[in-house]
């Protein structure tokens, strides 16, 4: 996710906002690819609850990116 113009706190309403309708939705987790070398990423999906999961953990059909190389999923049914 880039957001642009970047203002302190966007990202974090954003997200907010995507668990909130997943939760509404009755979406079970969310996961996202990211690339290592992004570890503000990394530490923004981390303070939301996301933990890193390995490759042939992906669901089938999950459009890896050619650069992926990090998976993070969040569960929410708990």
């Not at 706190?9 to 939760?23: F, I, K, T």
């Not at 999961?53 to 669901?59: C, D, E, F, K, S």
């Amino acid at each position: 996710m880039m957001i642009r113009p970047w203002r302190p706190g966007d990202g974090q309403a954003l997200m907010d906002c995507l668990l909130a309708q997943a939760r509404l939705r009755g979406l079970d987790d969310i996961t996202v690819g990211t690339i290592a070398k992004f570890d503000g990423a990394l530490g923004f999906y981390a303070k939301n609850g996301y933990v890193q999961i390995p490759r042939n953990a992906l669901r089938f059909g999950f459009p890896v990116m050619a650069p992926d190389d990090i998976f993070c999923r969040l569960d929410l049914t708990s």
